[in-house]
């Protein structure tokens, strides 16, 4: 008898661990990385491809489907799809919703067009990512292209972890363009630190509102720091003992089925809105994202 009370003793502490531990899904937005003198675009996306197949993860690509509109673009998403990851709509021509100049009906347009381009892919799934993560400027906006999302059965492409990873990625890409050599160790470096360390702040974030492990959902993009980097990046999560979820798992927790009524003048990581809507957040200026910017140009202009 008293060994089996260690037992259970043992395997009650043993699932309690587990469900402490953190979780994080890895998804992908826009096109694929621009060509440089490392390498063209389909060998960068290969690149990106190769670090989550060493994992054994199965990320979620959310598209701007005029990239469909070249071969490479064409051959980039299908290597997505043959390696079994989700495919997403991220709109066609990835507008801005919150410009005065893009209306309901001209977005609902966009989202359609992108979404016939997008169904016959085999690994398709009617999620839908924001560009710039941009829900709309005004109640109408939001509101308006939120049933249009209802009437065609699409989920909100939400991201927890939100980050500046594309200005790295912009950094690198326009030094390489200018014919300058890079310190690659030193952009790593930056690049893991910046996104690890706002996954643990949105992580303590969830904590304190949901007292619970909730799956994050990060977003990077198909770039050329995603090729140099993603492996990396993934194997300090593992390092510092999160669990490394695929992203249909992490869509199907019942927070990404949220739908926050407040407003953004950005985009924002779901955690945000939701912590803006219970009266935690009032100055969005104060945001981990916002604040991690001003870190992280001052790192990059270190290094020119």
Excluded: C
């Amino acid at each position: 008898m008293y060994q089996l009370g260690i037992s259970l003793l043992f395997f009650v502490v043993t699932l309690h661990t587990q469900s402490l531990k953190p979780k994080i899904a890895f998804t992908f937005d826009d096109r694929y990385p621009r060509s440089n003198v490392m390498f063209d675009s389909e060998e960068g996306n290969r690149m990106v491809l190769d670090h989550l197949s060493e994992h054994n993860i199965k990320g979620a690509y959310f598209v701007a489907a005029s990239m469909l509109e070249s071969e490479t673009g064409r051959n980039v998403l299908t290597a997505w799809d043959n390696a079994g990851h989700v495919i997403a709509n991220h709109s066609y021509s990835h507008q801005n919703y919150h410009s005065d100049n893009v209306s309901i009906e001209n977005y609902k347009n966009d989202f359609l067009k992108a979404d016939t381009l997008l169904s016959s892919y085999k690994s398709f799934r009617k999620l839908y990512r924001f560009p710039m993560l941009r829900e709309g400027n005004t109640i109408d906006k939001r509101d308006g292209f939120r049933e249009t999302l209802t009437e065609n059965n699409y989920q909100i492409g939400y991201v927890t972890v939100d980050n500046t990873e594309w200005f790295i990625n912009n950094t690198i890409r326009q030094r390489l363009a200018n014919g300058d050599s890079i310190d690659v160790d030193a952009y790593k470096r930056i690049y893991i630190d910046h996104l690890y360390n706002l996954a643990v702040e949105y992580d303590s974030l969830a904590l304190s509102m949901f007292a619970r492990q909730i799956p994050h959902i990060m977003l990077v993009h198909n770039n050329i720091t995603s090729a140099l980097f993603l492996g990396d990046l993934i194997q300090k999560f593992k390092d510092e003992d999160w669990e490394i979820v695929d992203a249909s798992e992490a869509f199907s927790d019942e927070l990404y089925l949220s739908k926050p009524d407040v407003i953004w003048q950005r985009g924002q990581s779901i955690l945000f809105s939701i912590a803006k809507e219970r009266g935690l957040i009032t100055d969005e200026t104060k945001t981990f994202n916002i604040t991690s910017e001003e870190i992280l140009e001052k790192q990059l202009e270190a290094l020119e």
